[in-house]
């Protein structure tokens, strides 16, 4: 079993910042990549941010220069800095783990989500 946690999610003023970590647990022999997605009220789900097992990363156009995607894959953590947030920032931010399982099979794992709302 693989279970992904994440936390940090809040209320947050426009302009303000907010940090969300997230930690994977369980049978995991490699995590391969850790990304953020987030759903905003009545929207899809989409990527934010990822990083790599190199430490490579990437981001959503919308998010680039405002928000900060770091953490370790091997020790299965993940956090994404917030800055300079909007109200279009406000949906429900979930981890998406990439990994290859005990058994060698390669897996996905999603948390539970975090919501975030952005708002004075």
């Known amino acids: 079993q693989v279970r992904v946690v994440e936390s940090g999610g809040g209320l947050v003023q426009p302009g303000g910042s907010l940090r969300l970590s997230c930690t994977a647990s369980g049978r995991i022999f490699a995590i391969t990549a850790m990304d953020w997605y987030r759903q905003p009220p009545g929207k899809q789900r989409e990527l934010v941010a990822q990083?790599?097992?190199?430490?490579?990363?990437d981001y959503a156009d919308s998010v680039r220069g405002r928000f900060t995607i770091s953490g370790d894959t091997a020790e299965k953590t993940v956090f994404l800095q917030m800055n300079s947030m909007s109200p279009e920032d406000t949906a429900v931010y979930y981890c998406?783990?990439?990994?290859?399982?005990?058994?060698?099979?390669?897996?996905?794992?999603w948390g539970q989500g975090t919501p975030v709302t952005v708002s004075s």
């Open positions: 990083i790599d097992s190199a430490g490579r990363t």
């Open positions: 998406h783990v990439r990994l290859i399982a005990d058994g060698r099979i390669r897996a996905e794992q």
